[in-house]
């Protein structure tokens, strides 16, 4: 019996976390006398994956917002929302696209859910970030690194 052929494919959750969390509001109290509040945010993701023991691994989705107002940061806050996942019977191609793309999007929802907590409890409204394609994303960073091994000079 062949315990290759045989192993089956399993994508499991083991535990959903957060890593790291932090608010800062340097221009508080006066960030709250805004008298229209019209923010400008800036947003950056990151991911980041790596092999813990047997079939699971770690995937974290880093996300750092900067919100301001005419110029002013009125609040930064940042949230490594965390996952185990245990990946059994893929091959590579396949365990990288669900590091690279499933596991952020079982990831974003707590990590959205943790950055409008982090500003409501800093005294300012809610901030709901926007829905993300990690599909597309993960796309186009196959495409990026193929374009940057030579693999292929034309976009596709």
Known sequence: MNETSETKKQFGIQKLYIKDASFESPTSP????????????????????????????????????????????????????????????????????LLGSQCMNILFPYAREAVSDLSVRGGFPPLTMSPVNFDALYQQHLQKKQEQQGESGVPH
Do not use: C, R
């Not at 947003?43 to 750092?64: C, F, K, R």
């Open 30 to 97: 006066q960030s709250f006398s805004f008298k229209k509040w019209n923010p400008k945010i800036e947003m950056n993701l990151t991911n980041d994956q790596a092999h813990i023991d047997g079939d699971v691994y770690e995937v974290v989705l880093s996300v750092t917002l900067t919100v301001s107002h005419e110029e002013t940061t009125a609040f930064l806050v940042e949230v490594h929302q965390a996952g185990l996942f245990e990946i059994t019977g893929f091959d590579d191609e396949q365990k990288n696209m």
